[in-house]
């Protein structure tokens, strides 16, 4: 049997309430004589996924794909909404120079 699957999600799940409920990872690794490290990987993604059970690889594939994608997105929208603020900005600045009167113009 291979490392990933030598526990049940069951059984992670029981290990991750019982570090949550002492506050305290070693003390648990040591009384069922597992690594902090795995148990910290166990949390690690219990906090990401909300779930501790392995996606099959197409759908890590996909989430992996979908969350780069929305990160770009997230620039992209922050890059537009700092070039509309400009832009506006721009907009006001013409608005009340436009508004004012300008005497150079009045004399011509």
Not at 6 to 35: H, L, M, P
Not at 89 to 99: C, G, P
């Amino acid at each position: 049997m291979s490392s990933k699957n030598q526990y049940s999600d069951e059984f992670k799940e029981q290990i991750i309430k019982e570090c949550q409920e002492t506050g305290n990872v070693a003390i648990v690794a040591r009384r069922y004589n597992i690594s902090t490290n795995t148990i910290h990987t166990w949390i690690k993604k219990y906090r990401q996924t909300g779930s501790v059970k392995t996606l099959p690889k197409a759908e890590r594939d996909r989430n992996k794909i979908l969350a780069k994608q929305l990160q770009e997105v997230s620039i992209e929208n922050d890059r537009l909404k700092r070039l509309l603020a400009e832009k506006e900005l721009e907009l006001a600045i013409l608005r009340e120079l436009t508004n004012t009167k300008n005497p150079r113009l009045r004399q011509g």
